[in-house]
Structures are given as structure tokens and as C-alpha cells.
């Protein structure tokens, strides 16, 4: 038998790398986000299939209009005090990051990770949960520790690795661990707490418990290997678990159609894992409260994971060590359709009766004030490069539970 005939014109291969539509100095066009006007997406039952939620991933759930007026199927009546404690956390949240900002410019510490943009998604979703459920958070939800209003000296002697360190400067800033207050221990590798926050969710299911677990991750993770297996496993056996896709449409310096998301959403693939999926609004509060009520609903019905997409923009750089002027438009913050998280909810709370500019920019002042105090206290116990930090005879605690000979050894070499 003669082998089929190649045409001879045939184009060689080639290979599609994606491209974001702007670059430094160019205008970015953000219609690839298909956005959904407010108030326009159905809300399911809980009880819904992966299947009948593929809909939903092509589609963002909003609630707050552009009037600042909350709409459809997903604005739910939340206390008047849940609203003012999110716009305090969200305050609080922005205030923070940006003192810690000043304070490595300064040369206090050696590095921080901003959530600026960012901040309804981890405030939203924290009072939507109980406060015994277990998160397992990326270094970019620092708001979970400021809603359950975790200590802010601690907080800060975290990052300026001082004597007064939780974590012994054993972890790098901003990698934070508080297991009392539901905060599983920040990795800097990519990914880990999906498949940390499946195990301990599947475990929470066999021991009998009510609690459940949250993960995050960003778009540029979904590309490792730990996103695909932790959505199998959550899916086969149905473990209580909320899987949070965080699409800030940038990972460190690629745009998010590097990790997949060109010609389609990250929320689709949990449909195509089985498990009914989102794509929501990051930076509309009501509608983060709102879908984070519903996933949590599922989880701790023996319904199963949900994944969500929340889609918002990192205003700001990567982190400290990130120019993002050399990579992105400069106004791109701006320009982003979705506005911005603390506006639309201060927007909203006016127009309820419940704020105002002046108790706006009171609390601003007040909370400003609040971090320069937390931060002059957590100078006291040594900064970046002072002798008052984490001795070396730390490292060989809390290792094993009996030292063993050669660490002795090791540790009398040193002379401690």
C-alpha cells in the first residue's frame, strides 16, 4: 500500500505563545474579560451538578452596579454590621500593606508582597466562613489575618524577622502562620496549599468534623502539577472544600494567558475536574460574600468542592523586587473595568445610609495612626540587620524532639 501523498506547500510548525493586548505605553484592551453586566447571572441551587455550572464559568457573577445599588440573584441581605466590619478590614488591609511598604523601602526588612487591588477577596470570603474553618492562603491574603484581627505587632515582627518573630525568623516576611486563627502556614512554593487544603479537608470528613477548608492560589499556579492533582482528589471524594483561583491577570511578570486562561476561563476547569465552578467579581464585596456563603454552604452540606475564579487586577508590583513598569501599562490599575474594591463598597455603603466621605477619610486617619503605633512597638524588638533578631542557636530547636548526638556536636561548634 503507497503511503499518502504530503502536499509539498504545507507550512512548517509553529507554536502560539500568548501575548497580553498592551505593553508599557500602549492601552490595554480588557474586553478579553467578557464581563457580565451586574446582577445578570442565575444563582443554582447548592446542590447543582459540575455540568450545569459550565454556563456560569463563561459568565462573572456582580452584584453592586455601576450606581453602587446591589442586584440580582446573588445580593443577599447582609447585616449593616458585616458591611462596616468588611470596609474597616479592607481599610485596615490597605493601610498596612502600605506602611510595610515604606518600612522595606527603609530598608526594615528584606522584602513584602502587597494585596493592594485585592483586598475584598480575602475580607469577603473570611466573614463568610466560621472561625474555626482552616484556610490555606498564598502570601497575598494577608486581609484573612486583618478581619480576624490577628495581632499587628505579631504580624510585623513577622516581616521585620526581629526577636519578637512567631516563627523564629524561620520563614521568609510575610509568610505568616497562625494555626489558632484558621491560617495554615504560607509556602513559597507554588501550589502546595491546594493539595494541603484537600488532605486536611478529606481528613476533617473522616474524623466527623463540621469544619471545612479554603485554598488559594493565583492563575500563574493552576500551571503546576499540585493544582490538577488536588482537584482530582476533591473531586473524587467529594471533600469540603472551597478552591479559590485568584486571576489578578499577572503572575510575577506574565500575563495570565501564559498559566491557560486565553479562549477560556480558570473556573472552567474545575468543570472539567467535575466540580461546580464560579467565575466572580474580586473586586465587588457583596458578591464575594455572597458566592463564599454558597461554596461554604455546599462544602459543609456534604456537597462537595467548589471552584471559584474571582477576577480582579494586582494594582500593584509583584512584590518589592518587581518593576512592573517594564512589562505592563503604567495606568493599567486605572483603567481595569472592575474599579476598585474599597470605592465600589464605599460607594454602596453611602447610598444605604450606612458611611460617609467624612467617616471615610476619619477611619483612614485612625487606622494610619493605629499601624505607625503597631510598628514603632515591633521596632523595639530589633529590625532587618540589628543584633536584636533570632540568634543561630534557634535553628537547631525544634527539629526533633530529642536532639540528636550530631546536632549537639554541631551546636557546640558554633560556640552557643
Known amino acids: 500500500m503507497s503511503s499518502p501523498q504530503i502536499p509539498a506547500t504545507s507550512e512548517p510548525l509553529r507554536l502560539h505563545v500568548p501575548e497580553p493586548s498592551a505593553r508599557p505605553g500602549e492601552a490595554t484592551d480588557f474586553s478579553y474579560l ?8 442565575d444563582k443554582p441551587p447548592v446542590d447543582v451538578s459540575a455540568s450545569q455550572t459550565a454556563p456560569l464559568t463563561g459568565q462573572l457573577i456582580r452584584v453592586l452596579d455601576d450606581n453602587g445599588d446591589a442586584v440580582g440573584p446573588w445580593a443577599a441581605d447582609i447585616d449593616d454590621a458585616v458591611l462596616l466590619r468588611a470596609m474597616h ?19 526594615k526588612t528584606s522584602f513584602y508582597i502587597q494585596c493592594l487591588g485585592e483586598e475584598a477577596i480575602a475580607v469577603g470570603q473570611t466573614l463568610a466562613l466560621r472561625d474555626d474553618d482552616m484556610q490555606f492562603p498564598t502570601y497575598r491574603q494577608q486581609g484573612i489575618l486583618v478581619t480576624k484581627e490577628v495581632p499587628m505587632v505579631d504580624m510585623m515582627c513577622q516581616v521585620l524577622s526581629n ?11 510575610i509568610m505568616y502562620s497562625y494555626k489558632d486563627y484558621g491560617f495554615f502556614s504560607i509556602s513559597g512554593n507554588l501550589t502546595t496549599q491546594y493539595i494541603q487544603a484537600v488532605g486536611w479537608a478529606m481528613a476533617s470528613a473522616i474524623k466527623g468534623d463540621t469544619r471545612i477548608a479554603t485554598a488559594w492560589v493565583g492563575d500563574g499556579a493552576t500551571a503546576e502539577g499540585d493544582f490538577h492533582a488536588a482537584l482530582t482528589f476533591a473531586h473524587v471524594y467529594r471533600a469540603p472544600v472551597v478552591l479559590n483561583v485568584v486571576n489578578n491577570q499577572w503572575a510575577i511578570s506574565t500575563f495570565q494567558a501564559i498559566a491557560g486562561g486565553e479562549n477560556t476561563t480558570f473556573a472552567a476547569r474545575g468543570v472539567g475536574y467535575g466540580i461546580p465552578s464560579l467565575r466572580v467579581d474580586g473586586n465587588d464585596l457583596l458578591a464575594v460574600y455572597a458566592a463564599s456563603r454558597w461554596a461554604a454552604e455546599r462544602a459543609r452540606s456534604n456537597l462537595g468542592p467548589t471552584l471559584i475564579e474571582w477576577v480582579t487586577y494586582r494594582a500593584g508590583p509583584h512584590s518589592t523586587s518587581d518593576d512592573p513598569s517594564k512589562y505592563r501599562p503604567a495606568d493599567d490599575a486605572q483603567q ?32 494610619d495612626a493605629e499601624i505607625l503605633r503597631a510598628l514603632k512597638e515591633a521596632e523595639t524588638h530589633g529590625l532587618l540587620g540589628s543584633d536584636n533578631r533570632p540568634g543561630a542557636a534557634l535553628m537547631f530547636e525544634d527539629v526533633y524532639k530529642d536532639m540528636p548526638e550530631h546536632l549537639r556536636r554541631q551546636r557546640q561548634q558554633l560556640g552557643v
Request: hydrophobic share 40%; charged share 30%.
Open 34 to 41: 467578557k464581563l457580565s453586566p451586574a446582577g445578570a447571572v
Open 89 to 107: 478590614a479592607m481599610l485596615k488591609t490597605r493601610a498596612y500593606d502600605a506602611r510595610m511598604l515604606i518600612a522595606q523601602r527603609q530598608k
Open 163 to 173: 526577636a519578637a518573630d512567631p516563627l523564629k525568623g524561620r520563614q521568609l516576611p
Open 336 to 367: 481595569f473595568p472592575l474599579g476598585d474594591p474599597i470605592d465600589r463598597l464605599k460607594q454602596h455603603l453611602i447610598k444605604r445610609g450606612l458611611w460617609s466621605e467624612q467617616q471615610h477619610d476619619e477611619l483612614r486617619t485612625e487606622l
